[in-house]
Every structure is written in structure tokens, then in C-alpha cells.
């Protein structure tokens, strides 16, 4: 089983719901990407996605691009990312590791590179934002192939068939977009992420992370009633640009536990009430 499966169901069993903060590999520095990592585990995050720094991300919103600008200005780019990746897996082999990013520099390193050097570095899943899943099977293929998840999106937009389809090749989890638009973008509308859930279900087999608006520890408490997990990746990285840097490994802690205990009290209450009508 893979730490990703083994992540999701020792949390169904726990009766909890995944955290999974979203962090640009190299910002603000590379030295601090790691103890920012170790931060958010220590603060409850059950699952981390490592975004590669890429010129031209598409679907994230100002505030991501500029974190990206800032780890490319640092030299940041997918060799650095796997880097970061191996490194905190010395101290850290628990933890399961998502790489999120863009199919232009997978493509210039070379699939069965990339696929070897994500292995290397003891990745456990891939999501790759602009390779569609009607056009990358191959490349899921390849990533099930060295035993690593391959991930995709699904968005208040994606037909019946494209839900289908993802439903029959998404392993991990995938990640339900909250929001049209790009990342950081909109207000987050609850009563409509509790709607489409269910219909996700009927088609998808594997957990359903959401993300996108995820804002504070009370939109954190409110998704995760009904998502098996929550991504947070926009406040994180505001919270990085606002802080000094001698504070921002604890601020990211705090911010993290804060999300974190307010995920399991709102979970646990809704536990509770359905053990009750079970009775």
C-alpha cells in the first residue's frame, strides 16, 4: 500500500480528515523550505504538496506567482524541487510528498527521467495541472509503474465524462477546485462544495481533497465535513510574504495548528451526531 493510501485510511480509521498545505519549493529560500516542511507536520499536515517553481504557471493566481518568481529568482525549477524533496525525506519518511506543477519542465527533463529522478527522491504523487486526463495515460502509466500516484484536478466545470475518466485513472486522491478561476481567487461558497461532493463519490473511488479559498481554520473546518481532506496553499504562502523571516517558521506552524485543531473539533462533532442517528 502506498503512504497515500496508508495516509487516507488510517485517517477514515481515526474517524479525521486529511490537511494538506500547499508549499513553492525554494520560497522564500531554499534553506527554509525544509524546516518550513518539518513546521507543517509538526502542526498536524498529514500529506505536503511541493509545488515546482515554473515561468509560466496558468492556473495560479498573484499571490502563487509571485512565490514562484521568487523561487526561480532563487534558482529554483524541478532538479531544486526533487532536491528539497530527498533532503527532507533523511529526516522524514513518513510523511507523504506530492509534487504539483506543469507539464513543460517534465517534458524537458523527459518522462522516464523525471520518472526515475521522482522515484529517487521518494515521491509519492504527481500532479501536473495542464496535462489533461484524456491525453496523459501513458504518463500515469509511467508514474504507477515506480509506484507513485498520479493526481488530478477536478473543478466545478469538469463534465460527467471528464469525472468519468479521472474516476478510472486517478489513484492517491484527487483534487476537487473549489473555485473557477485561479488559485487565491473568488469566495468560497460552501453550500456548493457540500452539493457536488456527493456526485463526485458516485464516480471517484479515492479520496477528495478540496482546494482553493481555504482561508482560515473556520472555511478549513467547514470543507472538511465534507471533503476527506483540505488543501491550503494561497494563505499559506501570504503568511510567508507578511512575516519576518525569523518568525516565519513558527507563524506557519501556528497558522497550520490553528486549521488543524479546527478541522478535528468540526469533525469529530459531526462524528458524533452520526453516531447518534446510527443508534
Same mark, same amino acid.
Given at each position: ?11 477514515? =480509521? ?13 520560497? /522564500?529560500? /531554499? ?15 498529514? +500529506? ?31 532538479? =531544486? ?10 529526516? !522524514?519518511? *513518513?510523511? /507523504? ?8 519542465? +517534465?517534458?524537458?527533463?523527459?518522462? !522516464? ?16 495541472? !495542464? ?8 504518463? @500515469? @502509466? @509511467? ?5 507513485? !500516484? ?19 485513472? @486517478? ?25 457536488? +461532493?456527493?456526485?463526485?463519490?458516485? =464516480? ?31 494563505? +499559506? ?23 488543524? =485543531? ?7 462533532? *459531526? ?9
Amino acid at each position: 500500500m502506498s503512504r497515500l493510501a496508508s495516509c487516507f485510511a488510517a485517517l477514515q =480509521q481515526a474517524g479525521r480528515k486529511g490537511l494538506i498545505p500547499f508549499l513553492t519549493a525554494g520560497d /522564500p529560500a /531554499p534553506e527554509l523550505t525544509i524546516p518550513l516542511m518539518h513546521a507543517m507536520v509538526a502542526a498536524g499536515a498529514d +500529506i505536503i504538496e511541493l509545488g515546482v517553481p515554473f515561468s509560466d504557471p496558468m492556473a495560479d493566481g498573484p499571490t502563487i506567482q509571485r512565490s514562484t518568481q521568487r523561487a526561480i529568482a532563487n534558482g529554483g525549477g524541478l532538479r =531544486q524541487t526533487l532536491a528539497l524533496a530527498q533532503e527532507f525525506r533523511r529526516t !522524514d519518511a *513518513r510523511t /507523504p510528498l506530492v509534487l504539483m506543477g506543469y507539464a513543460n519542465p +517534465i517534458e524537458a527533463m523527459g518522462v !522516464d527521467a523525471f520518472t526515475r529522478a521522482a522515484r529517487a527522491a521518494d515521491i509519492d504523487g504527481v500532479l501536473v495541472v !495542464d496535462y489533461p486526463p484524456e491525453e496523459c495515460e501513458a504518463f @500515469a @502509466a @509511467a508514474l504507477r509503474a515506480v509506484q507513485i !500516484d498520479p493526481i488530478f484536478l477536478l473543478a466545478p466545470t469538469s463534465t460527467l465524462q471528464r469525472i468519468a475518466r479521472i474516476g478510472q485513472i @486517478a489513484s492517491g486522491y484527487v483534487y476537487y477546485v473549489s473555485l473557477k478561476g485561479t488559485t487565491g481567487a473568488g469566495h468560497l461558497d460552501v453550500s456548493d462544495v457540500v452539493a457536488r +461532493i456527493p456526485r463526485l463519490r458516485e =464516480q471517484v473511488r479515492v479520496p477528495i481533497g478540496v482546494g482553493f479559498g481555504i482561508r482560515d481554520a473556520q472555511s478549513a473546518a467547514a470543507v472538511a465535513q465534507v471533503a476527506d481532506a483540505v488543501v491550503v496553499g494561497s494563505r +499559506i504562502i501570504e503568511e510567508i510574504e507578511r512575516t519576518p523571516r525569523e518568525r516565519l517558521v513558527e507563524a506557519v506552524r501556528t497558522l497550520l495548528t490553528d486549521m488543524r =485543531q479546527a478541522i478535528d473539533v468540526a469533525t469529530a462533532g *459531526r462524528a458524533a451526531h452520526e453516531n447518534r442517528r446510527a443508534r
